[in-house]
């Protein structure tokens, strides 16, 4: 079902907009709401994405006449509609069928209730989403309008169920092809696990391997195929609706609403089915926009040839954490530019307006109880929407980055529930600290696969690469030996995709290409950290975990000032005559980690934290984005150009000044093209 891109028709203006339910309001206020959004900007909506129970209520009986009620203004406007499956959430009724809802952890079947709650593997839930999307399909798919269907809501969560437990054994039948092999890849002599039929094989669960949770297994690897297993499940439950869709609607784009730096699916496995690569941005408090890049760059560099969209942000503040902080005046702008920068075609909210009831009722919206037009988040909603008209020139614009940062689910997976060497050192929290320098100098970077074609980038992060067996060592043996360098170092290379530690010197199969091996690896509790000294006599601290390091064709960086081990290498650099490889030993500080960057990029220049700045090639023209997240900041222009927000136009050598939350997005013409 790979996309054909070329075949694909473009919406006609940039979706600007997002999730509606006017399936709670009155004829009379739908009108009201679509012409006050429409005057705003507001030019896209999202349409039915919990809508099952209205269109199915009961076994056999389909009812459309909501759905086309609440499309009748939207059409009557000549709105853009991104239609979605009702698929997220079963209907009541349903829930009744013996195999729908899902089992837990815990072991205990669920009953009706919340939503994302029907088990993947259940036979009546697939075919009931395949014929519901199937039906839509049939009488939606000439609508004026349709810019994409949208494909459930936000895939995700885990079953343990009879119907996911006989799946999960029939995918290990099909990946292991024979009992034996199974056992000799999954390590089962160890503690008795021999499986004597694939009946003996259980989902890890609570009742079986999990001992303290989720992330506390007594088996890694059946863990970490069940976990293979179950994304691929839920894959299965959107691929049937899309090849329901398709059969009525063969070129309209599908997609489904991913969530960035998500655990639950390995979001590279689905990259093929998604012919618009589209995901929701609620960045956590703490989490910055070096983070947020990463997640844009992940959610991008999944189909790099195919569009990404940005399928909703809030427009003021979520309702489902804790604490559910404002964004201050012009942060929206800041991050849905943010977005676009890192290609984003479309910028969509959740939601339109606020629900009167249930559990968003105070999540933020466009348009508030009250539907008030004169709020401040109206005033910046329309500002942005009256900007990203122009991004429409950017769509299929690319960024040239040099550089790349590995990112693998398998890793994130195995890494999180491995006994040792430590607990603390969370997968995606540590890529992004190590991500962040780079990020403050204004480096740009593709988020890709480990075993994606690295050649070609002059620099390649993979850090914590936990897993990596020999093809992928190889694969960045390539990238090196084409002249890139590459930084890794501690928990890489420690276990093989079958989660086996290999019969070598840590770091594993990366261990010839780092030129060390690590003998022994300490970890140490929360409070505890040890000096780090550099050559030239600076210093940093280190915690969590230390490799101590010995150089077999590498030269020390830097070593240990304390501990027993004072004296051993913790940063060692290996020259291979092309690029060069850097191996991180220790969880390095802030300080630690600014350093290893100056050494790495041969500068300590150029860092303007604060001040992020992407450049995107559009066919005639080169496009910079200053994004200033923190700070004031002056940046003096390289050429002649023109801001596409403002119309302002600079001749080279400008000096621009840019205080946060502020955006520039400066349009330089390609030499030969027309200004
Ligand atoms: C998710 C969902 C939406 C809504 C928002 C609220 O992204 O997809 O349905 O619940 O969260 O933030
Ligand atoms: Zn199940």
């Given amino acids: 079902m790979t996309a054909d891109p070329a075949a694909r028709p473009l919406p006609a203006l940039f979706p600007y907009g997002g999730d509606y339910c006017p399936e709670q309001w009155p004829a009379e206020v739908r009108a009201a709401d679509l012409d006050a959004l429409q005057d705003i900007g507001v030019n896209t909506v999202t349409l039915g994405v919990f809508l099952w129970s209205s269109l199915h209520p009961a076994p ?21 509609i991104v239609l979605a499956t009702p698929t997220g959430a079963h209907p009541a009724w349903m829930a009744r069928t013996a195999d729908v ?132 499940a ?32 390995d979001y590279r496995r689905w990259a093929d089915d998604l012919d618009i690569v589209s995901w929701d941005n609620y960045p956590r408090i703490g989490h910055g926009p070096g983070r947020v890049a990463l997640a844009h760059e992940l959610m991008k560099g999944l189909a790099p040839d195919r569009p990404m969209w940005l399928m909703e942000q809030t427009p003021s503040q979520t309702a489902w954490r804790p604490d559910n902080p404002l964004q201050e005046p012009g942060l929206l702008r800041l991050r849905t530019w943010q977005a676009i920068a890192h290609g984003a075609e479309a910028t969509l909210y959740f939601q339109m307006r606020a629900s009167r009831g249930a559990s968003e009722k105070f999540h933020g919206a466009i348009l508030n109880h009250a539907a008030r037009t004169d709020t401040r988040v109206v005033r910046e909603v329309a500002q942005i929407g009256a900007e990203v008209r122009a991004a429409a ?3 299929g614009s690319r960024t040239e980055h040099r550089a790349a940062v590995c990112v693998d689910w398998d890793s994130w997976w195995s890494l999180e529930m491995s006994d040792g060497p430590t607990r603390r050192v969370p997968y995606v929290d540590e890529i992004t600290r190590i991500h962040q320098d780079l990020f403050d100098r204004g480096i740009g970077v593709d988020v890709l696969s480990p075993d994606a074609d690295l050649t070609g980038y002059d620099l390649i992060l993979a850090p914590v690469l936990f897993v990596t067996g020999p093809e992928r060592a190889a694969n960045l043996e390539r990238a090196v030996a084409a002249g890139a ?19 070598l010197d840590v770091p594993g199969h990366l261990a010839p290409l780092c030129g060390i091996r690590v003998d022994e690896t300490d970890s140490q509790p929360e409070g505890v950290d040890r000096e780090i000294r550099w050559a030239d006599g600076t210093t940093c601290r280190a915690d969590t975990v230390f490799d101590l390091v010995t150089p077999v064709d590498a030269e020390p960086l830097a070593d240990y000032g304390s501990g027993f081990y004072a004296g051993t290498a913790a940063v060692t650099r290996r020259d291979t005559g092309a690029g060069r490889v850097f191996y991180v030993g220790a969880r390095l500080d802030e300080a630690g980690l600014r350093t290893l960057w100056d050494q790495v990029l041969g500068t300590a220049e150029d860092r303007a934290p604060g001040l992020e700045r992407v450049r995107r090639r559009t066919e005639d023209a080169e496009v910079l984005f200053l994004l ?17 927000l403002t119309g302002d136009s600079f001749p080279a050598g400008a000096v621009l000044s840019l205080c946060a939350p502020e955006v520039r997005v400066l349009r330089r013409p390609l030499d030969g093209a027309p200004a």
Avoid at 194 to 203: G, K, N, Y
Avoid at 238 to 257: G, W
Avoid at 487 to 492: A, K, N
């Fill in 101 to 232: 809802t899902r089992v837990d952890f815990e072991g205990r079947r669920h009953l009706f209730g919340a939503r994302h709650n029907s088990c993947p593997s259940s036979a009546t839930f697939r075919a009931e989403s395949a014929e519901i999307a199937g039906l839509l399909a049939q009488r939606y798919h000439d609508l004026p309008g349709l810019v994409a269907w949208h494909i459930g809501n936000e895939f995700g969560g885990m079953c343990y169920c009879e119907s996911c437990a006989a799946g999960f054994r029939r995918w290990l039948q099909e990946k292991y092809g024979t009992l034996e092999e199974l056992n000799r890849r999954w390590y089962t002599l160890f503690w008795g696990h021999t499986m004597h039929s694939f009946e003996d094989i259980v989902p890890p669960s609570a009742l079986s391997e999990h001992w303290n949770g989720p992330a506390y297994t007594a088996f890694q690897i059946i863990t970490l195929d069940y976990r293979r297993f179950q994304s691929e």
């Fill in 485 to 503: 360098d590459l930084v890794t170092g501690f928990l890489s290379g420690r276990v093989d995709e079958d989660d086996q530690a290999p019969t």
């Fill in 234 to 265: 839920l894959r299965e439950c959107f691929r049937l609706e899309k090849q329901a869709i398709r059969r009525h609607s063969p070129d309209v784009p599908v997609t489904a609403n991913l969530m960035g730096f998500f655990p639950g699916i």
């Fill in 60 to 80: 056999g009986v389909y009812d459309f006449s909501l759905l086309d009620e609440i499309l009748e203004p939207v059409l009557a406007r000549g709105m853009q």
């Fill in 393 to 395: 020139q950017l769509r």
């Fill in 628 to 644: 200033a997240h923190d700070g004031a900041h002056r940046v003096v222009l390289d050429g002649a150009s023109t801001d596409l």
